[in-house]
């Protein structure tokens, strides 16, 4: 593989999958540009992701100057923005996941760039399937993908789409529900949940690092240009489920108080199971991860 081909870049690596991404693309010996917004911080390791090429950029003017400078061939799309949908984020939702894609992609082609990784939610969807998305943040993912598959594929580049399920695993601060049940068992603290009849779909980071280099393979073995879309889910089970394992694979009693917070807004209580990404297995099981975490860290008794 010549240099070029080993020149890529990143979105999204303030935030905790595209510091992953980042931090193995560049240990595995990938010249790793990270593409960031000018307001962003590192917070996932500072030490590994500090040391790479850094482009501050808003515009497609200066995400083009970044792309050629770098010759990337490869661009893994991971930025996002979730905030609520009130008049004060809304600007942020618009530009966090709609425009500034927008603009990536409108340097993309400019740049000559191949191959494009975008990352969705399964938010976007219905338990049927259907595109149906429920939140301002879900429908601009939506919106974000469409452009994808007519104007990106038009101008030459393959596009692949990874929709990302219930994303747990180590160092993760984002407050994930997995993270939340370890803390109030770490501080003997009991935990507010809803009813807990809600299905998830876990997956470890471990599994979603996978998934994007399997991707990249993927469309760099595909000569045509055109436009896909898979899911990385793993396991399914309910919340009550999740409590369960916790304790079968810690010995930690979580005291949960179900019913204590209603379910969401437009939640979706049994997530569409759709095609996973063609050659990407999940190895991580969650109670193989949790005894390992346990091995490793310990656990607190109360």
Same mark, same amino acid.
């Given at each position: 593989m010549d240099v070029e081909n080993r020149?890529?870049?990143?979105?999204?690596?303030?935030?905790?999958?595209?510091?992953?991404?980042?931090?193995?693309?560049?240990?595995?010996?990938?010249?790793?540009?990270?593409?960031?917004?000018p307001?962003?911080?590192?917070?996932?390791?500072?030490?590994?992701?500090?040391?790479?090429?850094?482009?501050?950029?808003?515009?497609?003017?200066? &995400?083009?100057?970044?792309l050629n400078a770098s010759r990337s061939n490869v661009i893994f799309h991971l930025a996002a923005s979730v905030e609520n949908d009130n008049n004060e984020s809304i600007e942020r939702l618009i530009e966090g996941n709609f425009a500034f894609g927008v603009h990536l992609l409108n340097?993309?082609?400019?740049?000559?760039?191949k191959y494009f990784i975008n990352t969705g939610s399964y938010w976007q969807?219905?338990?049927?399937?259907?595109?149906?998305?429920i939140s301002l943040y879900a429908d601009l993912k939506q919106a974000f993908q469409s452009v994808l598959a007519t104007y990106g594929c038009r101008h030459?580049?393959?596009? +692949?789409?990874?929709?990302?399920?219930?994303?747990?695993?180590?160092?993760?601060?984002?407050g994930k529900i997995v993270d939340r049940i370890a803390k109030a068992a770490e501080k003997c603290e009991s935990i507010e949940l809803t009813q807990g009849y809600q299905i998830l779909d876990l997956v470890n980071i471990e599994d979603v690092i996978n998934s994007y280099l399997v991707a990249m393979?993927?469309?760099?073995?595909?000569?045509?240009?055109?436009?896909?879309?898979?899911?990385?889910?793993?396991?399914? +089970?309910?919340?009550?489920?999740?409590?369960?394992?916790y304790?079968?694979?810690?010995?930690?009693?979580?005291?949960?108080?179900?019913?204590?917070?209603?379910?969401?807004?437009?939640?979706? &209580?049994d997530?569409?199971?759709?095609?996973?990404?063609?050659?990407?297995v999940p190895k991580v099981k969650l109670e193989d991860w949790l005894i390992r975490v346990r091995n490793k860290d310990g656990f607190k008794k109360c």
């Amino acid at each position: 593989m010549d240099v070029e081909n080993r020149s890529v870049t990143i979105t999204g690596a303030s935030g905790y999958i595209g510091a992953f991404v980042a931090k193995t693309l560049s240990e595995a010996g990938f010249d790793v540009n990270l593409l960031l917004r000018p307001s962003s911080k590192l917070k996932y390791f500072v030490e590994t992701l500090g040391v790479l090429k850094r482009w501050d950029c808003l515009n497609s003017d200066e &995400m083009l100057l970044s792309l050629n400078a770098s010759r990337s061939n490869v661009i893994f799309h991971l930025a996002a923005s979730v905030e609520n949908d009130n008049n004060e984020s809304i600007e942020r939702l618009i530009e966090g996941n709609f425009a500034f894609g927008v603009h990536l992609l409108n340097a993309a082609i400019k740049s000559g760039c191949k191959y494009f990784i975008n990352t969705g939610s399964y938010w976007q969807f219905d338990s049927a399937g259907h595109v149906k998305p429920i939140s301002l943040y879900a429908d601009l993912k939506q919106a974000f993908q469409s452009v994808l598959a007519t104007y990106g594929c038009r101008h030459g580049l393959s596009i +692949m789409t990874l929709i990302l399920y219930d994303v747990y695993g180590e160092y993760d601060l984002r407050g994930k529900i997995v993270d939340r049940i370890a803390k109030a068992a770490e501080k003997c603290e009991s935990i507010e949940l809803t009813q807990g009849y809600q299905i998830l779909d876990l997956v470890n980071i471990e599994d979603v690092i996978n998934s994007y280099l399997v991707a990249m393979d993927l469309l760099r073995k595909n000569t045509k240009n055109e436009y896909s879309c898979y899911f990385i889910r793993n396991e399914r +089970m309910t919340l009550r489920e999740l409590i369960d394992k916790y304790y079968h694979a810690t010995g930690k009693v979580i005291n949960c108080k179900w019913g204590a917070k209603p379910y969401p807004e437009n939640i979706i &209580m049994d997530p569409f199971q759709g095609p996973i990404l063609p050659g990407w297995v999940p190895k991580v099981k969650l109670e193989d991860w949790l005894i390992r975490v346990r091995n490793k860290d310990g656990f607190k008794k109360c």
